[in-house]
């Protein structure tokens, strides 16, 4: 079998004000075939544990990737509004990534935690996304739309979500994924609140479809 030459990612990430911006993270997040299908699962090839951090002008270089893949990235960093972007092809032209800059966030819409191993080491690059809330009187459950709110950890563990706007009193529940880890959801959770550890095993998700007969 030939072995296939890799690619390399090159693109720059530039702010709402199309200002570089230095020092963000771009993840290498999941991918798929750029033909037929494949057995891995979208984060399980071993190119979606590479990332890079953008220079003095915003760019950056993510070397050796596999050429019969197409991958979706994702651009975190401080002060920023992560954000994905879908249909990365390495081989074609450099990507052009614009994030937002964070405003002043309101204490009482933030939820602020770290996330660990089961022996209690920081895991970086884990993405938090709220799923939904509930009141006493109101329930809200996926429906947001993707990257309306987003977090992703730093090497140290630790997070701050943003959450969507919702009733006062509504307690939250957030899904935690990570490489190589199974995906947990965490349930009533009051934003604003200290921070808090949340522990992730490790394991994998299935996906599939439910199929009528």
Request: with cysteine.
């Amino acid at each position: 079998v030939p072995v296939l030459a890799g690619v390399s990612l090159e693109g720059q990430v530039l702010d709402d004000a199309r200002k570089p911006v230095v020092g963000a993270t771009v993840f290498m997040h999941s991918a798929y075939p750029r033909e037929g299908t494949s057995s891995f699962c979208p984060t399980c090839y071993p190119d979606c544990q590479k990332r890079a951090r953008t220079n003095a002008e915003g760019r950056f270089t993510i070397k050796e990737l596999d050429p019969s893949l197409v991958f979706r990235v994702l651009v975190a960093g401080s002060g920023l509004r992560p954000q994905f972007i879908d249909d990365v092809d390495p081989a074609k032209a450099p990507v052009a990534a614009i994030v937002s800059r964070r405003g002043e966030v309101d204490p009482e819409r933030e939820l602020r935690g770290v996330v660990i191993d089961p022996k209690g080491h920081s895991i970086g690059g884990a993405v938090i996304t709220p799923v939904g809330f509930s009141t006493r009187t109101e329930h809200r459950y996926n429906g947001f739309s993707d990257g309306e709110a987003l977090a992703v950890s730093k090497d140290d563990g630790s997070f701050a979500l943003e959450l969507p706007s919702a009733p006062p009193q509504a307690q939250w529940l957030v899904r935690i994924e990570a490489r190589d880890f199974a995906t947990r959801l965490f349930y009533k959770l009051i934003p604003g609140a200290p921070s808090t550890v949340y522990q992730l095993r490790e394991g994998a998700s299935i996906v599939g479809r439910l199929m009528k007969h």
